[in-house]
Structures are given as structure tokens and as C-alpha cells.
């Protein structure tokens, strides 16, 4: 059971998050115990927090070797409370390709978080929101995500649209529900998939062993059904630009469903990306592939178009974004190193 307080804690602490233990609880370091219970933190982070003396059991600081009993009420607590921390505007500025009174589409940088999380109070899109629109309802309502329907990876470029009041935000979610918007992304990606055109089934749930990645389930009696439909762009050797097409909108879909098929996404380090799969061993080979990790230093995938019916006039609405710099330059390296390595 996990629940979000707002109430104060001992010692001028503020009470984040609140879980109690099962009946039938084993023994479990309370480390290991709160990463398979919070999404989108690291068991470093959750040590950090109870050396801190931030994690309490029944009312007490504990430390990361701690062995979670039955019934244990486990709480983070902080110095501030959390919708404080959570929903203050910042004036970051955006990249706004359209906006009207119902919503508006942003061009996301990458290494912009979407919305705040556990230890990422600051910086992202919502606190950027939040100060753009500070006069609408919508964004004075205390959420936590307000206006999002969906998101992207925190280092993922590209398209996003925004709900600016509850009408359009309802009708844009129902879009999603029901799988009717367009979305496409570019990816570059190891190795070239054996058929030019494809698609990638497999359902996706957290990873049993990480809590912080995805994983694809084989017999699909696990985590949620996943679609990626892709066509091979243009061959590049050792790599290639794919188009991959949404159908769901899983958690990290389309970066583990090439892990998956054996195509990691280009230096995405969190599911293998980030080594040399395809090449020779030569050592200018190996410092090109370096020097383009360091011109990208993230996986290189970017929302590059975005479809759906506008909420208000029923109207489509299609927008496009080019690829940022970082990736329009490693593709152009590669284009130059095939081109001298075949000559």
C-alpha cells in the first residue's frame, strides 16, 4: 500500500511518501524494499536518503540495512512539503512550435525532465508550464503533472502537447487511450534490422532485477502490451536511422523493444547502447565512435512528428520537428565514414 501524505512529520519534516509492509513480509533490506516500491529511483539514491536520516520506520531513522517486518510503516521525509517542492514555476524557457487557448506543442530539448519526481523537484517541463500558464486553472490545481497526457524520456528530443485546460485535456488523453494519435520518432540505431520494415511486439513492464529500466516479457503473461512499428531510413554501416511508429506508449518502448530485437539505440547507456556493438576493432575506429558519443552524450531518438484531432474544432493537427544538431551531425560523420571506407 503506498500512499502520498502532506503532513508534517517529526523534527520539521514533511512526510513525501508513505508505505506500510504486508502481513506476510519477509526480511528485506529497506533499500532493496523501496526500489521495487518507488518508480524512477536508484538504490544509491534510496541509501543516500537513510544515511541522511530522511527514511523512517514507525517514526524512527533507520539506516539502508535495515530489515523491513510485517506491517513496518515506512516514511520519507523531507525538509519541505511536497507540493511546495513539486509545483513551484520556474521561468525556463520553452521551445513553442503552436499554442492556442486549448493547448500548445512543445519542442523539448534533451536532458529536460517532463515532470518532477522523487529527488527532481526542479528544472523540468511542468515547472517550466507552470510559470508560462500561471494564470490558468488547470495549472493552479495542486497536480503534479498538470495539462500532460504523455511524455517523453528525460534525454529524448521532441514533440509534446499540452492540455491547457480540462475539456482539451480530457479529450486529448481519450485520443491516447485509444491509440488514435500519430506519433513518429527518429532513432539511430546498432546494426541494421534484417527487414527494412517491421514491427515489434512484446509486452513491457519494469525489470525484475532494475527497477529503474523496462524489460520485454517473452510470454506475455507480464507488463502491458507493446507495439513499435519501425522502416530502416537509411543504412549507415554499423548503424542505422530507423522511423519508428507508436501504436502504445510504454515506458521506454521503443528503446527496449530494440534492445530486445538486438538493435540498442545509439550510446543509450541504460540498455547497452553505449558500447561498440557493430565495426572493426581498428583504433581510429574506435576513437570516431567515442568522439560521436561525446558530440551525443545521450540515445540518440528524437519525436520528430506528432498527430492528433484538436479538442476543440475536431480539426487535424500534424507537426513536424527536425532532428536536433547533436544527431543531424553524428549522422553526417557516419554518412562521411562509409563514404571514405567504401572508397
Known sequence: MLMKEDKQAKHDLYEH?????????????????????????????????????????????????????????????????PHEIEMIPENIPLNIVYEDDDLLVVNKQAGMTVHPGIGNYSGTLVNALMWHLKGLPLFQSGEVRPGLVHRIDKNTSGLLVVAKQELALNRLAKQFFDHSVDRKYEALVWGVPKNPEGTITGNIGRHPKDRTKMYVFKDGDQGKTAVTHYKILEDLGYISRVECRLETGRTHQIRVH??????????????????????????????????????????????????????????????????????????????????????
Open 17 to 81: 511518501f508513505r508505505i506500510k509492509a504486508d502481513k506476510g513480509q519477509h526480511l528485506l533490506r529497506i533499500d532493496k524494499f523501496l526500489v521495487n516500491k518507488l518508480e524512477n529511483i536508484s538504490r544509491s539514491r534510496i541509501q543516500a536518503a537513510a544515511t541522511a536520516g530522511n527514511i523512517l520506520v514507525n517514526g524512527y531513522a533507520v539506516k539502508p540495512n535495515y530489515k523491513v517486518k510485517p506491517d513496518d510503516v515506512i516514511s520519507i521525509v523531507l525538509a519541505f512539503p
Open 258 to 343: 530494440f534492445k530486445w530485437i538486438g538493435h540498442p539505440l545509439f550510446n543509450d547507456a541504460d540498455y547497452g547502447g553505449d558500447m561498440i556493438l557493430r565495426g572493426t576493432t581498428f583504433t581510429k575506429y574506435k576513437q570516431f565512435v567515442k568522439n560521436c558519443f561525446e558530440i551525443l552524450p545521450r540515445q540518440a531518438l528524437h519525436a520528430r512528428s506528432l498527430g492528433f484531432i484538436h479538442p476543440s474544432t475536431g480539426k487535424k493537427m500534424i507537426f513536424e520537428s527536425k532532428l536536433p544538431e547533436d544527431m543531424q551531425t553524428v549522422i553526417e560523420k557516419w554518412r562521411i565514414y562509409i563514404r571514405h571506407r567504401n572508397e
